[in-house]
């Protein structure tokens, strides 16, 4: 029989609740839920300033705080005070199955060779499996080598549709260039 898939079968010590440790390259790196409107701006500038998206595209702490009494989930991802990942994910249902929405991951490019955001990624799709959810989905855009990559390469995602423009030719310009 095999082991159960958890957080302490892939590494994650948890330190309190809602909160892990993982030593990645002798460096160790805290993962935590965000709850709090204060803990949540941290994913709002992040979006600002890593992803480079503005105005109404920028999913707002004032949303976030209220995904976990809806079954989503924020998560960050530190060195020490470092804030260097933001992942966030809510809940959906098609029938008959209920899935995580990951809608956006963020690391910070001094980050992104430690592979915090595969970290990151499994310890969410774990949380959702510990909450109920039978699969995670999201988008993937094709023509970011390294977003394609990860999702499809390191995570082992399916590619099961093709929708051009989902969010919109304009959606996000400072990332995506309109």
Do not use: C
């Not at 993982?22 to 600002?48: G, H, N, S, Y």
């Not at 774990?126 to 970011?144: I, N």
Request: glycine share 10%; charged share 25%; aromatic share 12%.
């Amino acid at each position: 029989m095999s082991e159960q898939l958890t957080p302490a079968a892939l590494g994650f010590e948890r330190v309190a609740d809602g909160a892990w440790q993982k030593t990645i390259r002798d460096r160790t790196f805290t993962f935590r839920e965000l709850r709090t409107i204060d803990e949540l701006a941290v994913a709002e500038r992040m979006q600002r300033e890593v992803m480079m998206i503005e105005g109404p595209d920028v999913v707002m702490a004032s949303f976030l705080v209220v995904a976990p009494d809806t079954g989503g989930f924020t998560l960050g991802a530190f060195e020490g005070e470092r804030e260097l990942s933001v992942a966030f994910g809510y809940g959906g249902y098609l029938h008959p199955e209920p899935f995580l929405w990951s809608d956006f991951l963020v690391v910070v490019a001094e980050a992104r060779s430690l592979g915090i955001g595969f970290e990151m990624k499994r310890l969410q799709a774990l949380l959702a499996m510990e909450r109920g959810y039978l699969s995670v989905r999201w988008t993937v855009d094709p023509l970011r080598a390294a977003n394609a990559r990860l999702n499809l390469e390191r995570l082992g995602a399916l590619g099961v549709k093709y929708s051009r423009n989902k969010y919109g030719a304009d959606f996000a310009a400072g990332l995506y260039g309109g």
